[in-house]
């Protein structure tokens, strides 16, 4: 009998610290579900994050696995990051409770469609369209074998794909994925990406500094920081701050080259906290339109002005939110005329009236828990 308060959740990395956009939602979403009395059995896969006792808080039981890695996994027939993610104690761990399973993202999904898992009611939260994700890639990367590798995985992934019609349901983190997942699965819900914030508290008044802020280790990331030097902050006297994990050897050295240009590598959670809140604005370019990128809602439940383009805003429903540049002459021009505006109560005000309604932690776990127990 299927235990109606018990859910599995298979993590495709250890979702603490939340520090990155997957994980983020992750780790939200497992305090969430926890606060409503939601008993977990978290999986995770581990490569290069330690175990972590901060998750034992919310869940019944934790379990990890290694995930491999290798040029052995390259070659299979299924995309490397679903096959070094296969753990025969998954399996094993699954079958001792006969509960529903949340496959957190297409990478968690090597046993989705076991025979021995065919009586559990199974659902997928969908972190991107991955094959399109990776096809874009490519575009942001500079190394021809990585490069190979990009397009390779995307034609492994839109073939994998179809292993999600073993999935009672299909939970996308945006409205436009949503509309993806509609064409090929009958049953394709909408639920916001889960984050840390209840509530809007950015700060009324003004900066001195612009930031960019994300993984610093990331393509698409790099090509946004080079971007932001070359093309829209070169020539201003203005103050660029960039943080972020583990920034590139090229951006150290880009940077070195400007005095108004400030990098914090690995800040604490604390630190950027800080840094997005006392920022004039957040700027955020992006070269991909897939999913939705969990460093914009930081930018707007915190932050100030929030200057982006069209790919990072493309059906989120918070490009109201946002000052939209499609052009580094645009986007240089709103930097001038926003750098000395003051940020005002009313505008936080109205930001509180979207993200509450549409963003709010507590309606997308009610969301989600209708489609996990299959509840109308």
Do not use: W
């Not at 874009?136 to 179809?162: C, D, G, H, P, V």
């Not at 800080?274 to 957040?282: D, F, P, R, S, V």
Request: charged share 25%.
């Amino acid at each position: 009998m299927m235990q109606e308060n018990k859910l599995h959740i298979v993590s495709f990395d250890v979702p603490y610290p939340p520090d990155y956009g997957g994980v983020i939602d992750v780790f939200y979403k497992l305090r969430g579900l926890s606060e409503v009395g939601i008993k977990i059995y978290l999986h995770c896969y581990q490569y290069g994050r330690n175990k972590s006792p901060e998750l034992e808080k919310f869940c019944e039981k934790v379990f990890y696995y290694p995930r491999k890695t290798g040029i052995k996994y390259a070659f299979s027939k299924k995309p490397y990051i679903v096959a070094g993610r296969k753990h025969p104690e998954l399996l094993k761990n699954i079958l001792q409770l006969k509960a529903p399973v949340l496959f957190e993202g297409l990478h968690s999904c090597f046993f989705i469609d076991h025979p021995e898992l065919k009586n559990y009611r199974k659902i997928l939260r969908a972190h991107n369209i991955e094959h399109d994700y990776y096809s874009q890639l490519t575009n942001s990367e500079s190394s021809f074998f990585k490069r190979t590798y990009f397009k390779r995985e995307a034609i492994k992934l839109k073939r994998y794909e179809r292993v999600i019609q073993h999935a009672e349901s299909v939970i996308s983190i945006s409205p436009s994925d949503q509309e993806y997942f509609q064409n090929i699965h009958p049953n394709a819900k909408f639920v916001p990406a889960f984050h840390e914030f209840d509530s809007v508290c950015s700060l009324p008044g003004k900066g001195d500094y612009f930031l960019f802020h994300g993984n610093l280790s990331v393509p698409e990331n790099i090509k946004s920081v080079h971007y932001l030097l070359d093309e829209v902050f070169k020539g201003l006297k203005i103050k660029l701050v960039i943080a972020g994990k583990n920034p590139s050897r090229s951006l150290l050295l880009k940077k070195s080259h400007s005095e108004k240009t400030k990098v914090f590598i690995n800040p604490s959670p604390q630190k950027m906290e800080e840094l997005i809140k006392n920022a004039q604005g957040c700027i955020i370019p992006s070269f991909q339109d897939t999913g939705l990128k969990l460093k914009l809602l930081a930018s707007l439940f915190i932050g100030r002005f929030c200057i982006t383009n069209s790919y990072m805003v493309k059906n989120t429903g918070l490009e109201k939110l946002c000052i939209i540049a499609d052009s580094s002459e645009k986007m240089k021009e709103q930097v001038n005329k926003y750098k000395g505006e003051e940020f005002t109560g009313e505008m936080i005000e109205q930001r509180s009236l979207i993200l509450n309604n549409s963003f709010s932690n507590k309606k997308g776990i009610s969301a989600l828990i209708r489609q996990i127990f299959a509840q109308k």
